[in-house]
DNA sequence: TTAATGATGGGCT
DNA sequence: GCCCATCATTAAA
């Protein structure tokens, strides 16, 4: 069995990686693996760029209550928030803390490092540094939509898995696209990694 | 720099 | 229930 660079049998993070404070969760998620396992094959993603939304931070789709929208933020931690914005996007964030806090972390930007060309064709186009160094594009590079909100990804067919990769060095800024608490420092990424995005 | 594009939710009535 | 500014973006120009 010489399967070299399959995520197939890889454990996924347990729960409790996710039911910590956010911050950390965010940093920690860096250097990880995003996993989806589709009839075509797996895709398979380094996480380089990540970023943190808790409750009481005004930019954060949880600060105001629960609703229709938010309520699996609210929900176990480990599971996916995936929601649609400005008319023609989607975006995928992990849910954190404990049950009925409300908060998450947003993906960025991913590595592709598996499925490369079902992601290039999904996203139309053939450079390696545009297929998902960006929210909207993790999310049309993996096929993500409104039917996977809420899915729960220590257990199925979209998981999060440690292979075992070390970092370099994490750089941190403040959040980028956002109007309101644009000064908090929680936006964080791989340094020097060229599929983290620009502004 | 700006258009594309539509769901969401807060603030009313 | 209606109105409408807003929006955790992207690609093209």
Known sequence: MTSMNTFTNVTPLPRSFYCRETIEVAQSLLGKVLVRRVNEGILAGRIVETEAYKQNDPACHASKGMTKRNQVMFGEPGHAYVYFTYGMHFCFNVVTAPQGVGEAVLIRAVEPLEGIDLMARYRRTNKLTNIASG?????????????????????????????????????????????????????????????????
């Open 135 to 199: 929210p909207g594009k993790v999310c049309q590079a993996f096929g993500l939509g409104r039917e996977h909100n809420g899915l729960d990804l220590t257990d199925g067919v979209l998981t999060i898995v440690d292979d075992g990769y070390v970092l370099d060095r994490i750089v941190t800024s403040t959040r980028i696209g956002i109007r309101l608490a644009a000064d908090l420092p929680w936006r964080f990424y791989i340094a020097n990694n060229p599929h983290v995005s620009r502004r």
